[in-house]
């Protein structure tokens, strides 16, 4: 089975502070994408990467970049936390063929206080 | 604007009946839908699909029925159990799209035993 792994359950950060979640899967797919789950609004995708050093913009990326250095991981910065990204983050890849379904971690709580 | 629309928030119906989630979209490049579920703390996992060439898919209990020209579709659980319960997301992407996809905000179902 393909395996989405997002580093941390939990995270508690301040206002103003640096901010890095990472995500790693383990079955060479193509794709990876960065969402954002909150209560009445859905997932909504923040960043997304088809290949190695190459990203492009989701619906909501202000406040949000991306790293892929390597084809397995993802990571999404939030270079200055603010209240309103608290939320729970998930991460998805897939293969590369249009339409595939997604493969999605476990999330990653984050509150920024 | 949001493309993809799940009116009912919440759902409860009661264990062996039928339970039926409804999705609306806007966007008529959409052509391929999923259905997700999500129980808390966990990731989205996916649940069934159907292309727009076709109207209805089936999958064991779950089936999901796709009107095009009411741009609609349903996902029906037959019978229901209690560990149906969950966040119910429908998704929509479009073949040009690479699979990109937009999420509506979810229906909470509840089985009562």
Redesign the interface.
């Known amino acids: 089975d393909v395996k989405v792994t997002q580093s941390s359950r939990y995270l508690v950060k301040r206002t103003g502070e640096k901010v890095f979640l990472e995500c790693v899967q383990d079955m060479d797919h193509e794709n990876m994408f960065w969402y954002r789950q909150d209560p009445g609004l859905g997932l909504r995708l923040i960043y997304f990467s088809y290949d190695v050093k190459m990203k492009e913009k989701g619906d909501i990326p202000e406040g949000y970049s991306v790293s892929r250095e390597k084809k397995e991981r993802f990571s999404l910065i939030l270079e200055s936390a603010s209240t309103n990204q608290t939320s729970m983050y998930l991460c998805a890849s897939t293969q590369g063929a249009p339409n595939e379904k997604l493969f999605f971690g476990s999330g990653t709580q984050l509150s920024v206080l | 604007d949001q493309q ?1 629309k ?1 009116n009912s ?1 919440s759902l409860s119906v009661q264990e062996g009946r039928i339970s039926i989630l409804n999705c609306d979209y806007t966007n008529s490049m959409f ?2 839908f ?1 259905w ?1 579920k999500k129980y808390p ?6 649940l069934i ?1 159907i ?1 727009s060439i076709k109207d209805k898919n089936e999958d064991g209990r779950f089936t999901v029925f796709l009107n095009k020209s009411a741009k609609h579709l349903s996902l029906h659980i037959v019978p229901s159990q209690p560990g149906d319960s969950a966040v119910y ?1 429908c ?1 929509a ?14 229906t909470t179902l509840t089985v009562k035993p």
């Open positions: 993809v799940q928030p052509d391929y999923l997700y703390a966990e990731g989205p996992t996916f699909s292309s997301f998704a992407s479009a073949y040009t799209n690479a699979g990109k996809s937009t999420f509506g905000d979810g």
